[in-house]
Every structure is written in C-alpha cells, then in structure tokens.
C-alpha cells in the first residue's frame, strides 16, 4: 500500500550536518505519522524522531533533541531529517517508517506498519 525510500544518507565528519530524505508512494501518504529509526551493529533498533500528519506534533529522542529536525512536505510526500552537530554516536542505518494513526508520535517500532530499506550514515570522529 505504501513503499518508503530513504536517501541521503553517506559520510560525515563530527560537527558536519546531513540532511535525510524518505520518498513516499501511495495516495493516502498524507494521513500518516511518519518517524525516523536507526540502528547500529549489535544493537537494537531505537527511535530517533516522529512527526504527525499535520506536521504540529513531534517527538524526539532525547539524544538528539536540539541537533536534529524531522518535517514533512505532505505535498510532495516527503519527510526529512535534518541532522546538525553529527557525532560519531549517531552512525548507524536510518529508517524511515509510517503508521496510520495521522496525530500520534509514538517511539514504539511495534505500532509501525511500513518501512523503508534504510540508508548508511556514518560520522567520522
């Protein structure tokens, strides 16, 4: 029903910034929450941010609170993540992912239906 393709990921140097991009096909894109994952070798895969439908409700992992930004162009059926002051800790592969409940930010990968392939960043210390 919805396919989600990442891009933008690639290598970064500490206190460089990458900017994320998840590409959405399918007609009722608009009317989901959407959020960023990622996971690193050896770990679990863990919540980075979420944003709802409206694009007025967001949620981030504390982590990166203040260094990152998720926004979304329904109209174009793109959501992003702008990732500022990168540190090595933030390398992993990043997943996008959407659910249907449009006003809900949930950090809990389970509630999630759909997901993307993933695309590598790594910061370089």
């Known amino acids: 029903q919805v396919q989600l393709v990442e891009s933008g990921g690639g290598l970064v140097q500490a206190g460089g910034s990458l900017r994320l991009s998840c590409a959405a096909s399918?007609?009722?894109?608009?009317?989901?929450?959407m959020a960023w994952f990622r996971q690193a070798p050896g770990k679990e895969r863990e919540f980075v941010a979420a944003?709802?439908?409206?694009?007025?409700?967001?949620h981030y992992q504390d982590s990166v609170k203040g260094r990152f930004t998720i926004s979304r162009d329904n109209a174009k059926n793109t959501v992003y993540l702008q990732m500022n002051s990168l540190k090595p800790e933030d390398t992993a592969v990043y997943y996008c992912?959407?659910?249907?409940?449009?006003?809900?930010?949930?950090?809990?990968?389970?509630?999630?239906?759909?997901w993307g392939q993933g695309t590598q960043v790594t910061v370089s210390s």
């Open positions: 944003i709802s439908w409206s694009g007025g409700n967001t």
């Open positions: 399918g007609r009722t894109f608009s009317t989901y929450a």
């Open positions: 992912a959407a659910h249907r409940f449009a006003e809900l930010v949930s950090r809990d990968v389970r509630l999630y239906d759909y």
